[in-house]
């Protein structure tokens, strides 16, 4: 609303490549496997609603005077891939 109408926050939720099937490739990386237990890897024990109206994604003035009326878009991450890519062209 108001002067944050036009404006938007786009969280990404970390997560980290995952790498070889049943046993990691990388001492850093988790194996895919190994990634699909838990929440990086898997959606199966996320709850139904989510509140994210906390912090800075607040919507509460007080709590956030910048940004509390900015739309908010929460970009989840469960597949050990990455948020990458490539365009040639503008958009």
């Known amino acids: 609303t108001g002067s944050g109408v036009n404006k ?3 969280f990404f939720r970390g997560g980290g490549w995952c790498t070889g099937i049943t046993e990691s490739q990388a001492q850093c990386m988790e194996s895919c496997y190994d990634r699909s237990q838990n929440t990086f890897g898997s959606s199966t024990t996320y709850p139904k609603v989510l509140d994210f109206d906390d912090g ?4 509460d ?10 739309n908010s878009i929460w970009v989840t991450y469960c597949d050990g891939a990455s948020y990458s890519g490539n365009n040639d062209t503008t958009v």
């Open 56 to 59: 800075y994604l607040s919507t």
């Open 8 to 10: 938007f926050h786009v």
């Open 61 to 70: 003035p007080t709590v956030n005077p910048l940004t509390y009326n900015w």
